[in-house]
């Protein structure tokens, strides 16, 4: 299966700590291994890391990385996710048949520097209209993976048990 890790560009944590976190958890959640965070953030790791270390999975994150040096030196397939890029329709087959072993995606914050778009194997539009980088990660998520990233099974110590109403969780012994 490929390994998925994400790249967060543009971070300002005195503005974007929740949305930052929320990409972080959604990549997660969906079946990502890792994301880099281009700012360094202590506190998005921390945030981030006892998430994993009550819900399981091995998860990490690394904030505070050179991203040209990232993203020059990723030895896989590079996705950019933008509103200018090939709708992810159009796209997705071709992502398919050029999947190799590692997998970056590629998110923004503010204006992402010319130099990614030229980086990327491919840019691509979850539609083409402005929206989010949370939304825009979950969907290429979601359909790359046909569903099967939010049937991951994490081993947490703390496992919620699906219900129609309230809230059941158990504590698993570790
Ligand atoms: N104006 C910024 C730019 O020119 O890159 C976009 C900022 S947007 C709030 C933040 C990030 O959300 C973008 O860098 C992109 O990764 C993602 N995004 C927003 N809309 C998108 C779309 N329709 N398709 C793919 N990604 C999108």
Redesign the pocket.
């Given at each position: 299966m490929t390994e998925i890790y994400v790249l967060r560009l543009g971070h300002r944590p005195e503005r974007d700590k929740r949305v930052t976190t929320h990409v972080a958890l959604t990549s997660r959640a969906l079946g990502a291994k890792g994301i880099y965070v281009s700012t360094k953030d202590e506190e998005l790791e921390r945030s981030v890391r006892s998430v994993v270390k009550r819900f399981g999975g091995d998860f990490c994150i690394t904030t505070g990385v050179k991203w040209k040096e990232v993203l020059r030196s990723f030895d896989g397939t590079r996705v950019h996710?933008?509103?200018y890029?090939t709708h992810i329709d159009d796209a997705l087959p071709r992502v398919r048949s050029a999947m190799t072993d590692k997998m970056l995606i590629v998110?923004?914050?503010?204006?992402?520097p010319p130099e990614v778009y030229q980086a990327a194997t491919f840019n691509?539009?979850?539609?083409?209209?402005?929206?989010?980088?949370v939304a825009?990660l979950a969907i290429f998520l979601d359909r790359l993976r046909e569903g099967e990233g939010l049937r991951t099974d994490f081993k947490g110590r703390m496992t919620v048990l699906p219900c129609d109403r309230g809230k059941r969780v158990v504590n698993n012994p570790e």
């Open positions: 996710l933008t509103m890029g998110v923004g914050a503010e204006k992402v691509i539009g979850v539609g083409n209209q402005p929206h989010s980088e825009a």
